[in-house]
C-alpha cells in the first residue's frame, strides 16, 4: 500500500512494485486507517511530496499509520514525516540537493541494503533534511552532508531520502525489493492471470445476478473492461457503442467486428450521427462542439439505457475504463487547476443515474492494461490502438463541422494512421493524425487550377498526454503522407506540419 503525499513519483513506486509481481495500490495519505487496514496491506510506503512538514497546508496523514504494526518504508518526504511525528528534528537543508548524489551506506547488514554495494549512485529532490533523528533510530545510510537513510527495526520502520523508485537511482529497483520480499515478505502472485482470475471473481460476486452496461469508445481501456466483466456475467453485461459522427474511417462497422463477432461482446450499436451532425451544424467554437457532443452522447446513452432496463427488467451497474492516472487527478493533494478544455469521455455520464460503478482497471496503468488485454485474447489492433478523444475528429476540423469535411479528414488521417504504421512507428508515437484546417489555397494540379483545403499532420510523443514532444517524423514518411492525401483526397490541395510541443501547444488543435 503507497500512500500519496503528492509526489510526481508515486505512480512509478506502485509499478516498481507490481513489476516484482507483487499486487500495490495507492490510497491519498489522507486515507483512514480503516480504509488502509481493508486492503489487508502487508506493508507501507509513504511516499515523497513537495511540502515541508511545517507548511501549514502540509498534507494531513494520521501519525498512527506509524503504530499499525506492518512494515513501512518512508521516501523522501515519508522519511521526513517520520521523523517529524516520532520526535525528531527537521530543518530546511542548508545545501539543497536536486539531483544525482552519492549515497555511503553505513548500516551494510540491514535487510533494505541486502546485497546492494556499499556505495549507491541516487536521485535526491529534496529542500528538508533530518536533522535529529526521532529515538530509537539510527543512521542507515548518509550523503557527504546529510541524512540518506535511517531505521528502527523494532518499530518496523525505514526511510530513505533519496528517490528509489526512479530510474537515475542505481539499485532502485533492488531496493524496493528487498523491502517488499525481505521486510514485508510479500508474494510475488500479481501477475495478469492472478488479476484476471480474481477480479472475474469479485465481479461475479459483486453483481450476482443483477445486469451490467458498459459505454464502449473501441478504445483500450473500455474494450478491456467490457471483456473483463462479461468473462464475469456473461450476457449479462451489454455493451452500447455510439456512432457520434466523428468516429475515424470505417470505425463503427471495425468496432463492431472486433468486440461482437471477435470477442463474444453483447454489443448495441447505435448510430446516431445524423442527430450529432444536427446539432453541430454551424457551432465553430470548440468548446461549443465538445459541450454538444458530451451532452448528446448522454442522451443518446441514456435513451438505450432506458430501453435496455426495459427489455432486461432492471440495470443495476454500469462498468467504466477509469484508470490508476484518471484516479490521481482526484487526488485531494492535487490543487484545483485551471479549465483547457472540456473533456467528454465515455466515462463523462450524467450525475443523476442511479447505476452502481465497476472499474475493474482502476489501480492499473495504460501498459498494464494492454498486457491484461493480452492474456483475455484481445486483439492487437485494440490493445496498441492511440488515444482517441471522446468528441472525435469534431476537435480535429477546425471550424463547421460538416459530413463532407468529416469524410475529407477521415480520408486523410487513414492515410496518415496508414503510412505511419507501414513506417514501423505506430507503437512508438503516442498520437499521429491529420487535422482538416479552414483555410483554402491555391494549387495546380495537371495543369488544372484547384483551390481547396489545407490539412495539418500531428504527431507528438507523450507519456500521458499532459505534456507532449512533436515528432520528428522522417522526411520520406511525411513526402509519401503529403502526396498520397494531396493525390487521393479530393478536396485537399496543401499539407502542412504541426512543429509545436504541449505546452504551449495542445495535443488536439481544439
Ligand atoms: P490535449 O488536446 O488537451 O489532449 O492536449 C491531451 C490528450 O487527451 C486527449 N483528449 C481527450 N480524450 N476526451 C478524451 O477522452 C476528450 O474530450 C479529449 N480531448 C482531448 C487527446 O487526444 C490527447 O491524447
Not at 486507517?33 to 506493508?43: F, K, S
Not at 453485461?237 to 470477442?263: A, M, S
Not at 515528432?471 to 485537399?492: A, D, H, M, Q
Request: with cysteine; proline share 6%; glycine share 8%.
Amino acid at each position: 500500500m503507497i500512500l500519496d503525499f503528492g509526489s510526481q513519483y508515486v505512480q512509478l513506486i506502485a509499478r516498481r512494485i507490481r513489476e516484482q509481481n507483487v499486487h500495490s495500490v495507492v490510497l491519498p495519505c489522507t486515507a483512514k486507517i480503516e480504509e488502509i487496514r481493508a486492503q489487508n496491506p502487508v506493508g507501507i510506503v509513504l511516499s515523497g511530496g513537495p511540502c515541508s512538514v511545517y507548511d501549514a497546508d502540509a498534507p494531513p496523514a494520521d501519525p498512527a499509520i506509524l503504530e499499525m504494526g506492518l512494515p513501512v518504508l518512508g521516501i523522501c518526504y515519508g522519511l521526513q514525516f517520520i521523523t517529524h511525528h516520532l520526535g525528531g528534528r527537521v530543518r530546511s537543508a542548508v545545501k539543497r540537493e536536486y539531483g544525482p548524489a552519492d549515497v555511503e551506506v553505513i548500516d551494510t547488514a540491514n535487510p533494505l541494503f541486502a546485497e546492494l554495494p556499499a556505495s549507491l549512485h541516487v536521485w535526491m529532490s529534496h529542500g528538508d533534511e533530518a536533522l535529529d533523528l526521532p529515538q530509537g533510530f539510527h543512521l542507515t545510510a548518509r550523503t557527504s552532508n546529510a541524512v540518506a537513510g535511517m531505521a528502527n527495526p523494532e518499530r518496523r520502520i525505514w526511510a530513505v531520502q533519496f528517490h528509489p523508485e526512479v530510474h537515475h537511482t542505481q539499485q532502485g529497483t533492488a531496493l524496493l525489493r528487498n523491502f517488499v520480499f525481505n521486510i514485508c515478505h510479500a508474494s510475488p502472485d500479481w501477475t495478469p492471470e492472478h488479476f484476471i482470475h480474481s477480479t472475474v471473481a469479485a465481479i461475479r460476486e459483486k453483481v450476482g445476478t443483477g445486469h451490467a452496461l458498459c459505454a464502449l469508445s473501441g478504445g483500450v481501456d473500455s474494450s478491456v473492461a467490457a471483456v473483463l466483466v462479461h468473462r464475469a456475467i456473461g450476457d449479462h453485461l451489454t455493451c452500447v457503442f455510439v456512432n457520434n459522427g466523428v468516429l475515424r474511417k470505417n470505425e463503427f462497422e471495425k468496432v463492431q467486428q472486433n468486440l461482437r463477432d471477435k470477442l463474444g461482446l453483447k454489443l448495441v450499436a447505435v448510430d446516431a450521427s445524423k442527430r450529432f451532425l444536427l446539432k453541430l451544424r454551424g457551432v465553430t467554437d470548440p468548446e461549443g462542439k465538445r459541450k454538444i457532443i458530451g451532452n448528446e452522447f448522454i442522451a443518446v446513452f441514456d435513451d438505450e439505457a432506458n430501453r435496455i432496463a426495459e427489455e432486461t427488467g432492471g440495470v443495476e451497474w454500469l462498468v467504466q475504463g477509469t484508470l490508476y492516472p484518471d484516479v490521481i487527478e482526484s487526488s485531494p493533494v492535487k490543487g484545483p487547476s485551471q479549465t483547457i478544455k472540456s473533456h467528454h469521455n465515455v466515462g463523462g455520464l450524467p450525475e443523476d443515474m442511479t447505476l452502481q460503478l465497476i472499474e475493474p482497471l482502476r489501480d492499473l496503468f495504460k501498459d498494464e492494461v494492454r498486457r491484461i488485454g493480452r492474456d483475455l485474447g484481445m486483439p492487437e489492433d485494440i490493445l496498441q490502438r492511440q488515444p482517441f478523444p471522446g468528441p472525435g475528429l469534431a476537435v480535429r476540423i477546425v471550424g463547421e463541422v460538416t459530413a463532407d469535411r468529416v469524410a475529407l479528414i477521415q480520408d486523410a488521417d487513414e492515410i496518415v494512421v496508414s503510412e505511419i504504421k507501414k513506417a514501423g512507428l505506430y507503437q512508438q508515437i503516442w498520437q499521429s493524425f491529420a487535422v482538416l484546417l479552414p483555410v483554402k489555397s491555391v494549387g495546380v494540379m495537371g495543369d488544372q487550377r484547384t483551390y481547396a483545403y489545407t490539412c495539418a499532420i500531428r504527431a507528438v510523443h507523450s507519456e500521458d498526454g499532459m505534456t507532449a514532444d512533436w515528432v520528428p517524423l522522417p522526411y520520406e514518411v511525411l513526402k509519401t503522407i503529403s502526396s498520397r492525401i494531396v493525390n487521393e483526397v479530393r478536396g485537399i490541395n496543401r499539407v502542412v506540419y504541426d512543429i509545436t510541443s504541449k505546452p504551449p501547444g495542445t495535443i488536439e488543435w481544439e
